[in-house]
């Protein structure tokens, strides 16, 4: 099995910044994915911004320009600059993960970190 720790999440006022923080561990043979997905009641879960192994970085158009995402080993952090009461939301770390090197990627989430953005 593959564990998802998540942290940083927080209230912040409009304007300030945040940086979310995931861990990955347990049963992993290679990470083909990382990266960060969000939501909020009553709403699907939307793509923040995620890498791939070879590094290609994907961010969605609200994240563009203020969210920076960047990985180490097993983890991913996303900065968040600029931040607007939209972003508001719950954020969730997402991995896809192979267990073996004959195994297909399967995902994995956290547990969901709380941002609040207000004054």
């Given amino acids: 099995q593959v564990q998802v720790m998540e942290s940083g999440g927080g209230l912040v006022q409009p304007g300030g910044s945040l940086t979310l ?10 990470i083909n994915a990382m990266g960060w997905y969000r939501q909020t ?11 791939t192994d070879d590094g290609k970085i994907n961010y969605s158009d609200s994240a563009k320009g203020r969210f ?12 968040m600059l600029s931040l607007k009461p939209e972003d508001t939301s719950v954020y969730y770390c997402y991995v896809c ?20 953005v207000s004054s």
């Fill in 68 to 79: 920076t995402l960047s990985r180490g080993n097993k983890r991913v952090h996303l900065q």
């Fill in 97 to 116: 993960a192979n267990a073996s090197p004959s195994a297909g990627c399967d995902a994995y989430w956290g547990q969901g970190t709380r941002v609040t």
């Fill in 41 to 51: 009641p009553g709403n699907q879960r939307d793509l923040v911004a995620t890498i």
């Fill in 21 to 30: 923080s995931c861990a990955a561990s347990g049963r992993i043979f290679v």
